[in-house]
């Protein structure tokens, strides 16, 4: 009885040993951290740290209708904050109060300040911080009206990963009063915009080589 006691106690023991030892971590090769770690970006050459990207802005419908393109450039500055500049192509259209409608286009530059939170992280999953500064002037006028422009600032909140398609919800501090002699680009104060950053550089050049070698092909066909 005695043996059969201390035999169990041995194999009890080495038991608890094995599963009390430190966690086995698997690392591919020629990797410095665990696998579900995240490098940090600091250690990237420049080059790799420059995100490219776009998407669609201002939506509004109604009066006035607005509704913008926007081509974008960001620099990752650290593992949580993007930084960035972008230009916008903004059609403007409004119905005075008499039922003529008017538009207009706009050429637009801004820039922008991502910064990803573990808080937001955990309310709504990718979530961060965005705010952004815009500067709008006229391409063509129509009608006899010359509008002049206001310079948004905005900031909100946005949803979406580092590299893919997000949604920013942000709201306009500069947004002008009704008897004020400006007018928002924007066809309210809160301002929606969906798009992301898709492309690294070194992806977006390769893929335009990629691109360009098609196109030669094409013409010696």
Do not use: W
């Amino acid at each position: 009885m005695k043996k059969l006691l201390f035999f169990i106690f041995l194999a009890t023991a080495s038991f608890t040993k094995i599963y009390a030892q430190d966690p086995v971590v698997i690392k591919q090769e020629g990797a410095t951290g665990d696998l579900d770690e995240e490098p940090d970006v600091r250690d990237l050459p420049f080059r790799q740290r420059i995100r490219i990207g776009g998407g669609v802005s201002g939506l509004s419908f109604g009066n006035p209708t607005s509704i913008g393109i926007s081509p974008m450039v960001g620099y990752q500055a650290t593992n949580e904050t993007i930084v960035g500049l972008g230009l916008t192509y903004q059609y403007y259209s409004i119905k005075d109060i008499y039922g003529n409608r008017y538009s207009n286009n706009l050429l637009g530059e801004r820039i922008f300040a991502r910064r990803y939170l573990p808080f937001l992280q955990q309310l709504v999953g990718q979530g961060y911080l965005v705010g952004q500064v815009e500067n709008y002037s006229s391409l063509s006028d129509s009608g006899p009206y010359t509008f002049s422009y206001s310079n948004p600032i905005l900031i909100g909140v946005g949803i979406g990963s580092k590299i893919g398609l997000n949604i920013q919800v942000m709201y306009d501090l500069n947004y002008p009063s009704a008897n004020s002699f400006k007018t928002s680009p924007y066809g309210s104060a809160l301002v929606i915009q969906i798009g992301g950053f898709l492309l690294r550089k070194t992806l977006f050049l390769k893929a335009m080589q990629s691109v360009s070698l098609h196109g030669f092909c094409m013409i010696f066909r």
